[in-house]
């Protein structure tokens, strides 16, 4: 015989005898909701803003492409300046061009490597139009290009005859092109200034967003070469871009490209590297890590609050049972079975956590995206953790249902119905 219907039939029965108990003693029955819904509401908030920043810095460092890392003279992440960490890092010396080459000649495990320098906070003119300083000036080879994983849209990207030229040409960033030019106008071969020099427009790049408020979009580049002619070769601090062949052959390119810089800077056996790196992977793994204790954290206390919940709800159903003895006994009289009561009180234990358990996730994923709006990142659905969330507060309702439960089952039917 197919047990199916009748076990659904039986819950939708617990289900509204539970939601009918809750009704007939609204107070407590929220005051102890309420216990379930703190304790899964701080778990989704922190799990959500997490997932939100998570997301936007994944946006924020996809500016690497694919199987690339980047080094540089300072850490990707600076932590806290502990007995001036920071000051050393600011003494170390320069990347310069003649080290970032020796890499470039040298890695044999790279599919191509980049060189590029910055300078920030540049107004760009057009027109009369000009631009708040804020505007980011790459300075870039043909390689620089292409691991930075910039895509030309319109015109034309840097070329090598650009190179050899120090040309003044430039290829602007999608946010730059609307400050600057009104829609109606085609930015390809217009002329613009910088810093008192003329640059002829020759491409526009390809859109790429933003993350935590900020865009990546608000820059132009220009040849490496023409660079180094307008603010110094000897005074810039330039980033290597390293694209390896493969995934898996990161970790080895990362190692070799480290030795080979090492000894271009002369940096002595057994210190440590005068220079720092990151990839996509290194980052969100930072990222992970940063944010494990507070995970925990939150975690141990929101289980602390789950498990008061959960005495609460125990507590609740002893008092159901005890009011609604004379109920158990007339069920039992009309051959209501021991398995009956029990999951008829299992059942509505794990509703009453799973309605708490409810309006602590939708709470917690609303508290969770005002993060979001904060730092201007999009919002997020953390589907797994809901799962969990739901998962757990059946589990809090299964556990301490158990014994109200069977302490229901077990009344004598003939004690219950003299019970008044």
């Given at each position: ?8 039939s039986q819950f939708r029965e617990s289900a509204a005898m539970a ?278 954290g939150v975690l141990l206390v929101s289980s602390i609050a789950l ?114």
């Amino acid at each position: 015989m197919n047990q199916g219907p009748h076990l659904w039939s039986q819950f939708r029965e617990s289900a509204a005898m539970a939601l009918a108990a809750m009704r007939s003693s609204k107070l407590r029955s929220m005051l102890t909701l309420l216990g379930v819904a703190i304790g899964v509401f701080s778990i989704m908030t922190v799990m959500t803003a997490v997932s939100l920043l998570r997301n936007a810095i994944d946006s924020g460092i996809s500016q690497l492409g694919v199987n690339t890392f980047q080094i540089q003279k300072f850490p990707a992440v600076m932590g806290d300046d502990h007995h001036g960490v920071h000051r050393n890092y600011r003494n170390r010396k320069n990347i310069t061009y003649e080290q970032a080459l020796a890499v470039k000649e040298r890695t044999s495990l790279a599919e191509m490597v980049g060189v590029d320098g910055w300078r920030y906070g540049k107004v760009v003119v057009w027109n009369g139009q000009r631009t708040n300083p804020n505007v980011q000036l790459a300075g870039e080879d043909i390689d620089g290009i292409r691991t930075n994983a910039w895509t030309v849209s319109e015109g034309r990207a840097l070329g090598a005859q650009d190179l050899q030229r120090a040309s003044r040409v430039a290829v602007l960033g999608s946010a730059l092109r609307e400050k600057l030019f009104p829609p109606n106008i085609n930015p390809i071969g217009e002329t613009i200034r910088l810093d008192g020099s003329l640059y002829q427009v020759i491409g526009l790049f390809q859109k790429r967003g933003g993350s935590l408020g900020g865009t990546q979009d608000n820059f132009l580049a220009i040849p490496l070469t023409t660079f180094f002619s307008t603010y110094g070769k000897a005074s810039t601090d330039l980033h290597i871009l390293v694209k390896a062949q493969s995934r898996e052959a990161i970790d080895d390119c990362i190692e070799e490209a480290r030795m080979i810089l090492r000894a271009a800077r002369n940096v002595p056996p057994g210190e440590d590297d005068d220079f720092g790196y990151f990839s996509n992977d290194l980052l969100v793994k930072q990222f992970n890590e940063f944010t494990l204790s507070l995970r925990l954290g939150v975690l141990l206390v929101s289980s602390i609050a789950l498990i008061a919940a959960g005495v609460g709800v125990m507590n609740i159903m002893l008092v159901s049972v005890t009011e609604r003895t004379h109920e158990i006994g007339i069920r039992k009289s009309v051959g209501a079975m021991k398995r009956d009561i029990l999951a008829q009180f299992m059942a509505e234990a794990v509703v009453l956590c799973e309605i708490g358990g409810i309006a602590g996730i939708i709470l917690g994923i609303l508290g969770g995206n005002v993060v979001g709006l904060v730092v201007h990142a999009p919002a997020v659905m953390p589907w797994d953790w809901a799962g969990i969330g739901i998962a757990v507060c059946s589990f809090v309702g299964l556990v301490f249902g158990v014994y109200p439960a069977w302490k229901a089952s077990a009344l004598d039917p003939i004690e219950s119905l003299r019970y008044e």
